[in-house]
C-alpha cells in the first residue's frame, strides 16, 4: 500500500461522536445541540471511540460547571505549578550569575 493508502487508513478510524445533549428542563426552556468530535489519536477505532466519548464528558462537565469543574482546576493547578517551576529557574539563574561575578571579582 503506497503513501495515500496509509493517508486513507488513517482517515478510516477516525470516529466522530455526535451526542444530541439537552440543556434546560420545563416548558419553553429546553435546547438542544450537536457537538462534534472528531478523534484521530490511535489507529483503533475503538480506542479513538472511548477518547472522543472521555473528551465530550469533560467539555459537557465544563460547561455546565465552569470554572468549578475538576478539569479548569487542574488546568489552573498546572499552570500555577508551571509560573513556580519558571520562577525558582529564574532565581537559581541570578544566583549562578552572581557567583559568577564574585569569582571574577576575586580574580582580579
Sequence with gaps: MGAAGAALADR???????PHIRIGTGRGTCRCFWE????????????????AREILQQKVDLFYKGENSDIFKEKRAAEKKKQ??????KENLEK????????ESDAK
Excluded at 12 to 18: E, L, S
Excluded at 96 to 103: T, V
Aim: charged share 45%.
Design 96 to 103: 549562578k550569575r552572581h557567583i559568577k561575578e564574585m569569582q
Design 36 to 51: 462534534l468530535l472528531e478523534c484521530h489519536q490511535t489507529r483503533s477505532v475503538e480506542l479513538n471511540r472511548q477518547r
Design 84 to 89: 513556580e517551576k519558571k520562577k525558582r529557574a
Design 12 to 18: 478510516a478510524v477516525c470516529k466522530a461522536a455526535r
